[in-house]
């Protein structure tokens, strides 16, 4: 039987990100919560002038909420497209899997996200 869950990000750990670009909190992993295409629920940190560099999730869909700061997102497609996108606080984005991609935070302070992780169906 599943149960509900309760966390206080005050008791979860910073780790490094996208090989120390930036930081996160894991909150929920999907051996914690439990559906089959759920993969995991982060909280990034992004301080100014820095990225995520260039990465993609393999076969995972993301969604992230904005919730400090404002930047930069650019999508790199295989046929060689970039896309950018402005982000700003309050703004949603939907990253496709296997999707190229990289975040710039621009703000004079940290950026702060949500990042929502899915099995690609």
């Given at each position: 039987?599943?149960?509900?869950l309760?966390?206080?990000?005050?008791?979860?750990?910073l780790?490094?990100?996208h090989?120390?670009s930036?930081?996160?909190?894991?909150v929920?992993?999907?051996?914690?919560?439990?559906?089959?295409?759920?993969?995991?629920?982060?909280?990034g940190?992004?301080?100014?002038g820095?990225?995520?560099?260039?990465?993609?999730?393999?076969?995972v869909?993301?969604?992230?909420?904005?919730?400090?700061g404002?930047?930069?997102?650019r999508?790199?497609?295989?046929d060689?497209?970039?896309?950018?996108?402005?982000?700003?606080?309050?703004?949603?984005f939907?990253n496709?899997?296997?999707?190229e991609?990289?975040?710039?935070?621009?703000?004079?302070?940290?950026?702060?996200?949500?990042?929502?992780?899915?099995k690609a169906?």
């Amino acid at each position: 039987m599943r149960k509900s869950l309760k966390k206080s990000l005050a008791n979860i750990p910073l780790e490094e990100a996208h090989g120390g670009s930036g930081l996160r909190q894991v909150v929920f992993l999907k051996e914690e919560v439990g559906p089959s295409n759920f993969e995991a629920v982060t909280k990034g940190f992004l301080n100014q002038g820095k990225k995520y560099e260039i990465h993609k999730h393999e076969q995972v869909d993301e969604i992230f909420v904005v919730l400090k700061g404002s930047g930069k997102v650019r999508y790199f497609y295989s046929d060689n497209k970039v896309e950018e996108f402005e982000y700003k606080e309050g703004d949603f984005f939907y990253n496709v899997a296997d999707v190229e991609h990289e975040i710039e935070s621009l703000s004079e302070a940290t950026s702060e996200f949500y990042f929502i992780r899915f099995k690609a169906v």
